[in-house]
């Protein structure tokens, strides 16, 4: 579905992500773990072309996408759901929502309204109320949401527990396993939160300063004494 091979990423001088290999099969959930400043969101928007690696290949169904435009990417059926919350908060909800289906037109976006709001009913109750007024966990909401109404096959998430609260985190995680389950999505996540990520995860890769420096099944990373005790909270 998804493989990188020899990715290097600069910003001018700095060197954000060396030499990193991974491959995400269809239909896995794959984590990427890493401290702040390892390169994990760099990891995610260099796959959608912003900013372009200096040098390796990315290809996505066998297809090349180095270095292509973002919004051609996009169209390839891959979405990304940024960290941060990067919603537009002027925007209400829907409007939020209708531009994540614009890759794909307005043919199917009341049925694709519908899945999101299903699964996450916080939604559907404030499709009118202003993206940059919803809580922590519903603007997280919305950026999942909005990432899947434009029907990827490829699902990016980026951080999706930051600052949230335990349960919501639970909630959020929940959704993810869902989907892939009933629908098959493959989903590469980012997460600074290992325990969830890895418990959640088919497999995993550790980022440590711009570089894969180890990789795994989900519960292979977790039973890792040196993993347990660099990303999990007491070790
Ligand atoms: P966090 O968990 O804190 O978000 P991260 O693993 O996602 O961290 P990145 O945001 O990818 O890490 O950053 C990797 C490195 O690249 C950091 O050293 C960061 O300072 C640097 N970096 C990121 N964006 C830029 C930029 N636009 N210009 C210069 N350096 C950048």
Redesign the pocket.
Known sequence: MLSLSGVTTA??S?V?LRDVSLEVMPGEIVTLI??????????MMTICGSPAPLSGRILHAGEDITGMPTHLIMRRGIAHAP?GRRIFPRMTVLENLRMGAEVLGTATFEEDLERVCTLFPRLRERLGQRGGTLSGGEQQMLAIGRALMSRPRLLLLD?PSLGLAPMLVRQIFAAIRELNRTTGLTVLL?E?NAWHALRLAHRGYV?VN?RITMSGTGAELLARPDVRAAYLEGG
């Not at 890493?34 to 990891?43: D, F």
């Open positions: 910003y001018g700095i954000a890493g401290a702040n400043g390892a390169g994990k969101s760099t990891l960290e951080e980012v600074q980022l711009g």
